[in-house]
């Protein structure tokens, strides 16, 4: 088992436990000095979810649980609304703890949750893809989407984040290739051991040594930058253009940021003279992930979309480049940049 920490001054705000059959550590984290827990899942978590319902039951603590729509339905300020009156039906104080479990989408909502019910009670998380563990669930993001993606959240550590390698290792291998698009950008960004491990196939990487390398460059980015005022923003290589694809199109987030990726390596080669546009390309490419933003997505709806990113500001649009692998920029670009990038995922601009 390991153990990463995110501190805010020199206090520990949050602990990342990344290991094998976890079950007893986590209801024992959530029971400690607790009378109350809300476990809150998804569809296909229903089962796990129940499963740590029983143990904190057997210790005597009250437990309600509730299962939210699948995926970035549940993201929706109307299902936190339904949560919010639940909590206020079975009486929860600051005292008590929300658990997720679930993948990126359901720990977002859970963390919004706990953050703004009575100004905030713990989060913890059991983060049961490896998109929710290599990136979704750290650092302490939390969002609904109102019109756009995550346009409206608050930053709020949840005390403790699960993640059992025996879950992940469990995994169809269609929710590993969209994990491993996070995993891979961090790599580009930061860490190409990360990137490179993904050479021998998605059904042969060690996610224990993957998810471990992942969290601790998130761990040390978000360490730096907890609120996103300048170097956290490199945690969006690939996002400009994937949140936009992620909205136009029905494809997942990996599926996105992929496409996203693919878009920023070029913008980056033309604004930045980066040299491995080609590489990222073919690694992404051979474990399945799509590299083009497919015939159905129009270049005006996605720069509609992109103009509303987060990362604009008064000067214009701002996206994350790489200089060269492991050296990332957020840099102003213009209009023949954002062609360019468009150019490489198949859109006429
Ligand atoms: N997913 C990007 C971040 O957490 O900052």
Redesign the pocket.
């Known amino acids: 088992m390991r153990s990463h920490v995110i501190t805010e001054g020199s206090t520990a705000v949050s602990e990342i436990v990344v290991g094998r059959s976890l079950a007893a550590a986590i209801s024992d984290a959530a029971a400690q000095g607790r009378t109350k827990a809300a476990v809150l899942c998804q569809p296909s978590t229903v089962h796990l979810a129940e499963a740590f319902a029983t143990d904190l039951r057997s210790v005597g603590m009250d437990v309600t649980g509730y299962t939210l729509p699948d995926g970035e339905e549940a993201k929706q300020l109307s299902v936190v609304e339904t949560v919010y009156r639940m909590l206020n039906e079975r009486s929860f104080t600051r005292n008590d703890v929300v658990l997720g479990v679930g993948g990126g989408a359901l720990t977002d909502v859970t963390g919004f949750i706990a953050a703004t019910y009575l100004r905030g009670l713990s989060a913890m998380y059991v983060t049961t893809t490896l998109l929710g563990a290599v ?2 669930a750290i ?1 302490g ?1 939390t969002a609904v989407n109102v019109d756009g993606k995550n346009l409206a959240g608050v930053f709020s550590h949840p005390e403790k984040v699960f993640i059992d390698i025996d879950v992940l290792d469990a995994l169809p291998n269609d929710l590993k290739v969209q994990g491993a698009a996070e995993a891979i950008k961090t790599g580009f960004i930061a860490d190409m051991e990360i990137a490179n491990a993904f050479d021998a196939g998605i059904s042969n990487v060690d996610l224990e040594s993957v998810v471990n390398k992942a969290v601790a460059v998130k761990v040390a980015v978000v360490n730096d930058d907890s609120k ?1 005022h300048g170097r ?1 923003a490199i ?2 290589y690939g996002h400009t253009v994937g949140h936009a694809i992620e909205v136009a199109t029905p494809c997942s987030h990996g599926e996105a940021v992929s496409i996203g990726m693919v878009a920023a390596g070029a913008a980056s080669a033309s604004l930045l003279g980066f040299g491995g546009a080609d590489h990222q390309r073919a690694l992404l490419s051979s474990i399945g992930l799509p590299v083009a933003a497919g015939v159905n997505v129009k270049s005006s709806q996605l720069r509609a979309l992109i103009a509303m990113d987060k990362k604009r500001d008064s000067s214009g649009l701002r996206m994350v480049l790489l200089e060269r692998f492991e050296s990332p920029v957020v840099v102003s670009v213009d209009d023949a940049t954002v062609r360019t990038a468009f150019d490489a995922i198949g859109l006429d601009s």
Do not use: P, T
């Open positions: 990136d979704a650092g993001k996103e956290r945690l969006n």
